[in-house]
């Protein structure tokens, strides 16, 4: 199927030699820790917790499988408290060659946090996957994709080398951690369309519709994307947890999507980490983001900071 191409033109981006755009399969290793950092007494809920054992249990060793199979790296999201509490299966991550990336300690609520909460997450989960994987993550992904304006440059703090948070964009891109700070880190755009969790994600009393999609459907729908992020010469990135898209249909569903996406000539399957290395080596352009003051009573309007992009010889560029 041929798509027409909507390029990405305020994220310009030409990929290495023999290679048209780039997708990457992600795989956000919740476990119980979501559930837990949205209501702590969801521990006394013993069928809830089994629901979210299921992913490192039993999902993670089926997905990891599936990638083996495929010859391709994944990019795995752990939260600290989930290295710690399954350390094995973190290790079997790492024995598979794929890339560990930061994703809080227990998943916190990230909304309004202050700098320094959001800086002992940052440090727990740091410790966390460094004690008992003997990794140090270079990619972070928020909790529930909630990045403060603060991130960032706590990011860049922790020499941490891309985020993949945001969704204002196709293709990965270099972002200023701060106003007047001349440090940026890689930022590779996310979408709700593209993470399982909209289309599987169901537990009475915790989450979604109570409709739960035919893996058929989301197949068909992530090939779309796939196609038209591939005729545009954009960067895929998929969404998974474990306990959700590691369920035997979804599963099957998933290993088909793969096949497809890597018949598509020209595209570049591998880890967040590789693509963060590529953009930040190659693209020389630092965004910052529209910021949006609003007073504290209505009626006083507000005011409008645009985003701007910058060239190394630092002229502004209005966006």
């Avoid at 048209?20 to 979501?34: H, L, P, R, W």
């Avoid at 990045?147 to 293709?171: E, I, M, T, V």
């Avoid at 994600?201 to 796939?226: C, R």
């Avoid at 898209?245 to 570049?268: F, H, N, T, Y």
Wanted: with cysteine.
């Amino acid at each position: 199927m041929s798509q027409p191409a909507f390029a990405d033109s305020v994220h310009p981006i030409t990929w290495p030699e023999g290679f048209q755009a780039a997708a990457s399969f992600t795989f956000d290793v919740d476990a119980e820790s979501c559930t837990i950092a949205h209501d702590p007494t969801s521990t006394k809920r013993m069928s809830l917790m089994s629901h979210q054992s299921y992913g490192p249990k039993i999902a993670v060793p089926r997905l990891l499988q599936i990638l083996d199979r495929q010859d391709i790296k994944g990019t795995f999201f752990i939260p600290g408290f989930t290295a710690e509490s399954y350390p094995d299966v973190v290790r079997r991550i790492v024995d598979g060659g794929h890339e560990i990336a930061h994703h809080g300690y227990m998943h916190e609520p990230m909304q309004g946090i202050d700098a320094a909460t959001e800086a002992q997450y940052l440090d727990r989960g740091l410790e966390a996957l460094a004690t008992l994987a003997g990794v140090r993550p270079v990619g972070y992904r928020a909790p529930w994709w909630e990045l403060n304006w603060q991130s960032p440059a706590l990011l860049a703090d922790r020499g941490f080398l891309y985020d993949s948070s945001l969704l204002d964009g196709d293709a990965p891109y270099r972002m200023a951690v701060a106003q007047n700070d001349p440090r940026d880190i890689v930022e590779i755009p996310v979408d709700w369309a593209l993470d399982d969790w909209e289309q599987y994600g169901f537990y009475p009393g915790v989450t979604g519709s109570g409709v739960i999609e035919s893996p058929a459907k989301a197949l068909e729908m992530w090939t779309l994307e796939a196609q038209a992020h591939h005729s545009q010469g954009s960067c895929f990135v998929l969404t998974n947890h474990p306990f959700i898209s590691g369920r035997p249909s979804r599963a099957a569903a998933l290993e088909q999507l793969i096949e497809r996406v890597k018949d598509l000539e020209g595209m570049w399957v591998t880890t967040l980490a590789e693509i963060a290395e590529y953009t930040k080596s190659t693209v020389h352009q630092i965004h910052t983001h529209a910021r949006i003051d609003v007073p504290l009573f209505p009626g006083a309007g507000a005011s409008f900071r645009p985003a701007q992009v910058t060239t190394p010889a630092g002229t502004p560029a209005l966006r």
